[in-house]
């Protein structure tokens, strides 16, 4: 059975702290992404990466690095975490070109406080 | 204007009923389309594919325009287990591989 593992489901951390978000996925793929979840505004892009090392910004990244030094693994990182980046993470990965389906994990619910 | 428009609804539709949603896509490189489904308080999951000459899955239909560029999904002989958010996902095939996400349509089903 396929699977994208989030480490945490629930984290609640302090303004100013820098947060780590990490993300495994078992299936060999080589794109990985992060997605931020918030009412009214839907599934919104952070971050991609398509190998090991490479990261593509994607529609909202200000606030957010990654990094990806293997290719099971996927890290979004919140350097000075702020109340407005409460939300839902949402990991994926997806084989190369021409894949028919994302596969998410289950989610972070990150409040900041 | 967003890449990817739903009416969010929520649509309250009675069990057995038919339902449609729509979804609208501005980039009209896009090539790739579908139809997710996301639990409450659960990830998103893959509902099914949209192909241009419209395709079927049990009581789930969807069909692709590219020439008005919308997208749509009918649920016939709706069942309490289809409520649910549907999220309408679009795939440009150049460049990277992002997906854009509508906000997602709120669908519940009442006995």
């Known amino acids: 059975d396929v699977k994208v593992t989030q480490s945490s489901r629930y984290l609640v951390k302090r303004t100013g702290e820098k947060v780590f978000l990490e993300c495994v996925q078992d299936?060999?793929?080589?794109?990985m992404f992060w997605y931020r979840q918030d009412p009214g505004l839907g599934l919104r892009l952070i971050y991609f990466?398509?190998?090991?090392?490479?990261?593509e910004k994607g529609d909202i990244p200000e606030g957010y690095s990654v990094s990806r030094e293997k290719k099971e693994r996927f890290s979004l990182i919140l350097e000075s975490a702020s109340t407005n980046q409460t939300s839902m993470y949402l990991c994926?990965?997806?084989?190369?070109?021409?894949?028919?389906?994302?596969?998410f994990g289950q989610g972070t619910r990150l409040t900041v406080v | 204007r967003k890449e990817v428009e739903q009416d969010p609804g929520p649509f309250n539709v009675p069990e057995g009923a038919t339902v449609a949603f729509n979804c609208t896509y501005s980039?009209?490189?896009?090539?790739?389309f579908f139809w997710y489904r996301q639990d409450c308080r659960k990830e998103p999951k893959l509902l099914m594919s949209?192909?241009?000459s419209g395709n079927e899955d049990g009581r789930f239909t969807a069909q692709l325009n590219r020439a008005s560029q919308y997208i749509s999904l009918l649920i016939r002989d709706s069942k309490l287990s289809d409520s649910a958010t549907y999220l309408c996902?679009?795939?440009?095939?150049?460049?990277?591989?992002?997906?854009?996400f509508g906000t997602g349509t709120r669908l519940t089903i009442i006995p």
């Open positions: 980039n009209s490189a896009s090539q790739s």
């Open positions: 996902v679009v795939r440009s095939n150049f460049g990277n591989e992002k997906l854009t």
């Open positions: 990466s398509y190998d090991v090392k490479m990261k």
């Open positions: 994926a990965s997806t084989q190369p070109r021409d894949w028919t389906e994302a596969f």
């Open positions: 299936m060999d793929h080589e794109n």
């Open positions: 949209v192909y241009s």
